[in-house]
Every structure is written in structure tokens, then in C-alpha cells.
T-cell receptor
């Protein structure tokens, strides 16, 4: 399957600081990337859809000014959690769909566990 | 009614058992169906991908889609302790759109 690399895998930051998470498609081009958040023992909650070269589409209830998404190239999307608070602590996962393979398959990164102290 | 329903379990089976995992859904427009395996503190790993109805087999795994009943299944034969994980069903109606996930079923295979 296609490889999606997410970095960092774990990060601890202080309240009020910003954290950037990178999501890269290593062996394919991804016009669309998705950012999910997962709480313990819960399913993945879609936060936003990121399209290369355009603004991200955020799901209802997700603050776009707090969760900044940039999809500057066909292989890289970034999620920046700004002015982080302890309630932002969670597991963040990105997903990418390949331009040239499959119709519905989506491949996931390894996830980033964010802890805000 | 939620779009995708999945029994969270936990489901505990002995090694070698046949495991059946299921999801039901309400949106008849869903066409693409996937099963993911997620180990603790890791991202989901794509196991099976099926378009429309039918069966698909890959090694010990078989995925079935019954669109008339809005029901999908994942069967694991000869289950192994390494199969212990959370299994998520996911689906979408249109290529390029985000997946809708079930809650995931936690499976434990004991040796």
C-alpha cells in the first residue's frame, strides 16, 4: 500500500504555544488530505479536508483559526495547533488519497500524540 | 441513527478461531468500503478495500459487502494473537471524500 508519513509521532508542549504536525505522502501524490482527531476508545473524528493549493474545509465545530491547515504541495500537508490548551491533547491522524490509484482508498499516517501541559 | 454502526466489543476469542466483525450503515449512497486495523497508539492500517457489493479475500481476511442490507463484514480465519487490535470499518459515497468511520471493535485473541 501507499505510505503516508506523519511527524512527529509524539509531542509535549506548554499551554499557549503552537505545534506543527506534518503529513507527507512518500510514494504518491495526494490532492486531498484529511485530518482526524481521535479520543481514547473513540473513533476517528474528521476535523478538516485539505486540498492542495486551496483553503481547507473544516467540519462543523472545528475552529479554523486554532487548527491551521496548509497543503502547499501534492505530498505535504501541515496541521498547526495554535495557542494550545490541555483540552487539545489528543491523537491526531492524517490521511491521504492517491491521485492515481484506487477510487476510495485512503492511507493513514502513524498519528501524532499531542500532550499539552 | 448514526451513519455507521459498529459494535465496540470487546471481542475475545481463542487462537485459531474464526472472527466475524460487522458494520451496518444507513446511507445507501455509500459505494466504497474499507476495513482498517489499528494497534494502540498507532495510525489505522488499511486491511481490505471493496467497491460496491461482493466478497474479497486476502489471505486470512475476507470482506463482504451486502448493499441491499447495508451490512458489511470482515472475517478473520485462524486468528492469531497478533490480530489483537481495534478494527474500524469505513466507507464513503464518492471518491475523494472523507471516510465515515464506525466506532471500531476491539478484538483480543488469546494464545
Amino acid at each position: 500500500g501507499a505510505v503516508v508519513s506523519q511527524h512527529p509521532s509524539r509531542v509535549i508542549c506548554k499551554s499557549g504555544t503552537s505545534v506543527k504536525i506534518e503529513c507527507r505522502s512518500l510514494d504518491f501524490q495526494a490532492t486531498t488530505m484529511f485530518w482526524y482527531r481521535q479520543f481514547p476508545k473513540k473513533s476517528l473524528m474528521l476535523m478538516a479536508t485539505s486540498n492542495e493549493g486551496s483553503k481547507a474545509t473544516y467540519e462543523q465545530g472545528v475552529e479554523k483559526d486554532k487548527f491551521l491547515i496548509n497543503h502547499a504541495s501534492l505530498t505535504l500537508s501541515t496541521l498547526t495547533v495554535t495557542s494550545a490548551h490541555p483540552e487539545d491533547s489528543s491523537f491526531y491522524i492524517c490521511s491521504a488519497r492517491a491521485v492515481d490509484r484506487g477510487q476510495g482508498e485512503a492511507f493513514f499516517g502513524q498519528g501524532t500524540r499531542l500532550t499539552v501541559v | 441513527q448514526k451513519e455507521v454502526e459498529q459494535d465496540p466489543g470487546p471481542l475475545s476469542v481463542p487462537e485459531g478461531a474464526i472472527v466475524s466483525l460487522n458494520c451496518t450503515y444507513s446511507n445507501s449512497a455509500f459505494q466504497y468500503f474499507m476495513w482498517y486495523r489499528q494497534y494502540s497508539r498507532k495510525g489505522p492500517e488499511l486491511l481490505m478495500y471493496t467497491y460496491s457489493s461482493g466478497n474479497k479475500e486476502d489471505g486470512r481476511f475476507t470482506a463482504q459487502v451486502d448493499k441491499s442490507s447495508k451490512y458489511i463484514s470482515l472475517f478473520i480465519r485462524d486468528s492469531q494473537p497478533s490480530d489483537s487490535a481495534t478494527y474500524l470499518c469505513a466507507m464513503t459515497n464518492q471518491a475523494g471524500t472523507a471516510l465515515i468511520f464506525g466506532k471500531g471493535t476491539t478484538l483480543s485473541v488469546s494464545s
